[in-house]
Structure formats: structure tokens, C-alpha cells
């Protein structure tokens, strides 16, 4: 049975819960507006997720985790679909499309870290 990762738990892992991460993308926001500004803002914070996708994969049992993995296999092959067609779909010189497509790859990313804090919370929650 996997370590499943509780906010008890997860200072003596060294790996805290991820805070609110619109808080902290809201607050980039305003300090830079502006769609370059704020492209850089998405790409930051969608760099944060990445981690705690990672970190909840991991605490769910990682590839130990066989259904986890298949699922996790099939976010990777979609996340990999989606940006490909961000690039093609958003191929076009200037900062609002740029702005899209971080947007849009850090909805993905929040999309799945939520996902896996659910899954999470319920096996926490029935244990």
C-alpha cells in the first residue's frame, strides 16, 4: 500500500501541500499586467503545478500504482496532443497568442493537480 500524503504528513516528507495556486498567480497578475507580462505569469505558475502534479502522483503511489499509471500515461499522451495543437492553433507572431497558449497549458496543468488532490483527499478521507 502506498504512503498517501496528508498536510500531517507532508512536512516530514519535506514536501508541503501546494498552497492556493490562483492566489499566486492573481497576485503575478496584478503586479504585471499586460498579455507578455502575464504569458511569463502563466508559464511561472504552470511550472509550479507541474511539481505538484509530480508530488501528488508520487504520494498516490506513483508507477507502484498501476491503474495511476495507466491514467497518468493517457493526462501525458492528452497534454502532449493539446500542445501540439496549441502551437499550430497559436502559431502567430505577438504576445496574445502566446498569452493563450500559456493560459491554456496552465488550465491543463491545474486541471490534473486537482484531479489528483481529490483522489487524495477521498483515500485520506476512507482510510
Do not use: I
Request: aromatic share 10%; charged share 20%; glycine share 4%.
Amino acid at each position: 500500500m502506498a504512503t498517501v500524503l496528508t498536510p500531517a504528513l507532508a512536512p516530514a516528507l519535506d514536501m508541503p501541500p501546494l498552497e492556493n495556486p490562483d492566489k499566486a498567480l492573481l497576485l503575478c497578475l496584478q503586479t504585471y499586467p499586460g498579455t507578455s507580462s502575464e504569458a511569463q505569469c502563466y508559464r511561472s505558475q504552470t511550472l509550479v503545478l507541474e511539481k505538484e502534479v509530480e508530488r501528488l502522483y508520487q504520494a498516490l503511489g506513483g508507477d507502484r500504482n498501476v491503474a495511476l499509471k495507466h491514467s497518468h500515461l493517457l493526462w501525458q499522451n492528452y497534454l502532449s496532443s493539446e500542445r501540439l495543437y496549441l502551437e499550430k492553433a497559436f502559431f502567430v507572431a505577438g504576445s496574445q497568442s502566446e498569452w493563450l497558449k500559456a493560459r491554456a497549458t496552465y488550465l491543463l496543468f491545474k486541471s490534473r493537480a486537482v484531479a489528483l488532490q481529490h483522489y487524495l483527499d477521498y483515500l485520506n478521507a476512507h482510510q
